[in-house]
């Protein structure tokens, strides 16, 4: 699933890293999950990466102005 053409995601555990490396090396260098070189935990840890924020609730009025917009385009 970690290495599926349009989703590719990080693999959550360090056994999983080690049998990507030794079965798909090319994509474990595309997913930047290789213990010995810079990696995607990298980013977490220097806080380069953040979480989405949940959607705030809006007036149902912001939400019918925006589809009137949208479906005018």
């Known amino acids: 699933m970690a290495t599926k053409a349009d989703n590719k995601k990080s693999i959550p555990s360090i056994p999983g890293w080690k049998l990507l490396a030794e079965t798909m090396p090319d994509q474990a260098e595309v997913l930047r999950l290789q213990l010995d070189k810079p990696n995607v935990m990298d980013d977490?840890?220097?806080?380069?990466?953040?979480?989405?924020?949940?959607?705030?609730?809006?007036?149902?009025?912001?939400?019918?102005?925006?589809?009137?917009?949208?479906?005018?385009?």
């Open 44 to 73: 977490w840890k220097a806080g380069r990466v953040n979480l989405r924020q949940l959607p705030l609730q809006q007036a149902i009025e912001d939400w019918n102005d925006a589809w009137s917009e949208m479906k005018s385009l």
